[in-house]
């Protein structure tokens, strides 16, 4: 299940959401203020992965590799 990263179209706010299958078609509403006009963000994410050799290496979405923003709604590119 993923999580996904909306917005507000009315009060403006940004918040997460763990997303189960049947609510990804626009069940979703705001916690602070229950609009249900919330837009999805792009999302970027990072983690790192494990060679069989021990070996380690970073794994980021494209375009994001380089952002040091929290997410990519705050870096102003996917915005």
């Not at 078609?25 to 069989?52: A, W, Y």
Request: aromatic share 8%; proline share 4%.
């Amino acid at each position: 299940m993923p999580i996904f990263e909306y917005k507000c179209l009315k009060c403006d706010s940004e918040f997460e959401k763990l997303v189960f299958g049947s609510e990804a078609s626009g069940n979703i509403h705001c916690p602070g203020c229950d609009s249900p006009e919330v837009e999805r963000l792009f999302s970027c994410f990072s983690g790192v992965s494990r060679g069989s050799d021990g070996s380690t290496r970073s794994i980021t979405s494209s375009g994001c590799s380089s952002c040091s923003a929290g997410s990519c709604a705050g870096c102003g590119t996917h915005g």
